[in-house]
């Protein structure tokens, strides 16, 4: 009996909601609140330093413009996650189920709406394929312009299928350049350059990450991905470089 209430007790703590007036937004579908990170729950937005391509065919920020997305939307109001457990997708973040306080909407369904996030099935629920659909009929958001999927970007996968209005398929080849550039812009104070390697699935990794003092670090001219801080490449599923022995900060 006294086991069925510790149990009892562990999934309410889980589950319970936590509330922060200061929402730390940190790219298009993931908010920090205290001391937890959570990514928004059946959704995917691009990454920080995805690049797509706009309505009028020039290479845009996307990750930017979906994270500045999230935060206009929150507009400093309080937020309030319920904590569904470990994000079993990025290391060192929970899943969560946001809202606005007072609203009932989630975070997830309203990003989906204004059209800076993709549905994505978990746990077999397909919740926001008709929000995704409408947001893709009316060219809200990333879809008047044109993308892949945050997680074809994330793999690097250069053949992935093209989203959105301004797609065309006899300009693939630029589009895909444009997305996937050789020598992707660092963003501001994102410093860390993560370079997706087959070596690195060897420890259940993607790709490994150099931080400025590591031995390698200027001669990686070519990095696939740019992370703001060491916790963010990781929940990403780069591992730091052997190589990095020294302790800096970026």
Known sequence: MRRLIVMVLGLAMMTSPAVAADAVVKDGDTVQLGDKVFRLEGID?????????????????????????????????????????????????????????????????????????????????????????????????????????????????????????????????????????????????????GKIARRARITGNVGLYQIRGCPSYASLTKPNRWFCSEDDARAAGFRKAYNCRIKTTP
């Open 45 to 193: 937005a691009p990454e920080l330093d995805q690049r797509c391509v706009n309505q009028f065919a020039d290479p845009s920020a996307c990750g930017i413009e979906a994270r500045d997305a999230l935060v206009k939307l929150i507009g400093g109001r309080s937020v309030a996650c319920r904590d569904l457990g470990p994000d079993p997708v990025f290391k060192g973040r929970r899943l969560g189920t946001c809202a606005i306080a007072g609203e009932t909407d989630s975070l997830s369904r309203r990003m989906v709406q204004d059209g800076f996030a993709l549905n994505a099935v978990t746990g077999g629920k397909d919740r926001f394929a008709g929000d995704e659909a409408k947001a893709r009929d009316e060219h809200k958001g990333l879809w008047q312009g044109c993308f892949v999927a945050p997680n074809d970007f994330r793999r690097w996968n250069r053949d992935a299928a093209l989203r959105g209005a301004a797609c065309r398929e006899d300009k693939r080849a630029a589009l895909i350049e444009a997305m996937f550039p050789d020598t992707p812009a660092m963003l501001p104070g994102c410093t860390i350059k």
